[in-house]
C-alpha cells in the first residue's frame, strides 16, 4: 500500500510536468531546479522514498519483502536483488536528467511554482 501510494505521487509529479509542457521526452527537460524549486524538491523527497531510502517508510517495506523473498526462494530474492539496484539508479538518473543542466529550449513556456 505504502510503495503503491509514493508511486502514485511521483507519477502525479510527472503528469504535472506533461501537462504544462505537453512532451514526455526526457531530453526536452532540463534545468527545471531554475525554472521549478520546489516542485524539485518535492520530486527529489518522493523519488527518494520511492526507492526505499533508509528512514523513509518505502523502506520498511521494500526490506521486508525482501526478506520474504529469500526465505520463499533463493532464487526469487536474488532477482529482486537485481531490481533493487536497478530501479533506483534509474530513477536517480531521471531526477538528474530533468531537474539540472543549463534550461531547456524546448521549454517554450515557463510556469514558476516559488
Known amino acids: 500500500m505504502n510503495t503503491a501510494t509514493l508511486a502514485i505521487f511521483t507519477n502525479d509529479l510527472n ?10 521526452t526526457i531530453k526536452y527537460y532540463r534545468g527545471l531546479v531554475l525554472i521549478m524549486p520546489k516542485f524539485t524538491v518535492f520530486f527529489l523527497i518522493f523519488t527518494l522514498a520511492n526507492i526505499a531510502v533508509p528512514g523513509t517508510s ?3 517495506c521494500e526490506f521486508l519483502t525482501f526478506l520474504s523473498a529469500f526465505n520463499l526462494n533463493p532464487f526469487v530474492g536474488v532477482i529482486s536483488s537485481i531490481a533493487i539496484v536497478l530501479a533506483p539508479a534509474y530513477s536517480l538518473w531521471f531526477f538528474h536528467k530533468i531537474s539540472y543542466g543549463s534550461i531547456s529550449p524546448h521549454l517554450t513556456t515557463l ?4
Open 111 to 114: 510556469w514558476f511554482l516559488s
Open 58 to 60: 518505502g523502506f520498511v
Open 15 to 24: 503528469g504535472i510536468l506533461y501537462d504544462r509542457y505537453h512532451t514526455r
